[in-house]
């Protein structure tokens, strides 16, 4: 405004004091967030979650730290027998003589059945037929596998011979390149049954041996009963 003269008049504000009936400006950023505030009365404020959140992480980080890690486990290996007085091993893990530890079932099987095998190939390749290669590989074989095994695994090695033969000779044929392609089912039947019946003796005297050390070591290699 303007006087007269000519001059500004400077513009009065709105008294603020209560006294003479003015009324306080509220900003409006000030009434929002109060207005937020009040609408949400059960919410936490920001500051608070955030100091939730950040007070959260080292305590998962303590616990984390606080559970003792797990051993690995480690293989339980088989103990090894020990020897008794005089160098004599226990009497179901000897071999027929007691200064020998007797070797697992398996192993003594593999043995005959490899030697069993060498045979046969050896026989058919030189002569077509099974002869004295094959007996001797044979019957050692079953031998060796019924004195060297341990005294509690005699069942596998005194039963073997008959199956041995029985599947160790047709494989071998087999293998050999005989019966051919171009032959029937008749003649290939002939070709594999012939060994068979060749080593029946054989198969026979090797059963009845192994049998007999097998009875022996059972009988002379009881357990000793206090």
Not at 24 to 37: D, M, W
Not at 170 to 177: A, I, T
Not at 202 to 226: E, F, H, Y
């Amino acid at each position: 405004m303007t006087d007269p003269a000519g001059e500004r008049t400077p513009r009065r504000r709105p008294s603020t004091d209560p006294a003479r009936g003015g009324t306080p400006r509220q900003r409006s950023g000030a009434s929002g967030k109060s207005t937020r505030t009040a609408a949400e009365p059960g919410r936490p404020p920001r500051s608070a979650r955030a100091g939730g959140k950040a007070g959260g992480a080292p305590a998962t980080a303590r616990s984390s730290a606080a559970k003792p890690a797990k051993p690995a486990s480690e293989p339980v290996l088989p103990e090894r027998p020990e020897r008794g007085a005089g160098g004599q091993w226990p009497m179901a893990e000897r071999s027929l003589l007691p200064s020998v530890l007797g070797l697992p079932p398996i192993a003594a099987v593999g043995i005959a059945v490899a030697l069993t095998a060498i045979g046969v190939l050896v026989d058919l390749t030189r002569s077509g037929n099974l002869g004295t290669v094959f007996t001797i590989c044979h019957i050692t074989g079953c031998v060796l596998a019924v004195v060297w095994v341990r005294r509690k695994g005699l069942f596998g090695p005194m039963v073997q011979p008959p199956l041995l033969v029985a599947a160790t000779v047709p494989v071998v044929v087999l293998m050999s390149g005989s019966p051919r392609p171009g032959q029937g089912v008749a003649e290939q039947l002939l070709v594999i049954g012939a060994p068979l019946v060749n080593a029946f003796p054989v198969m026979a005297w090797a059963t009845g041996t192994v049998l007999v050390l097998g009875l022996v070591r059972i009988v002379l290699q009881r357990p000793i009963t206090a």
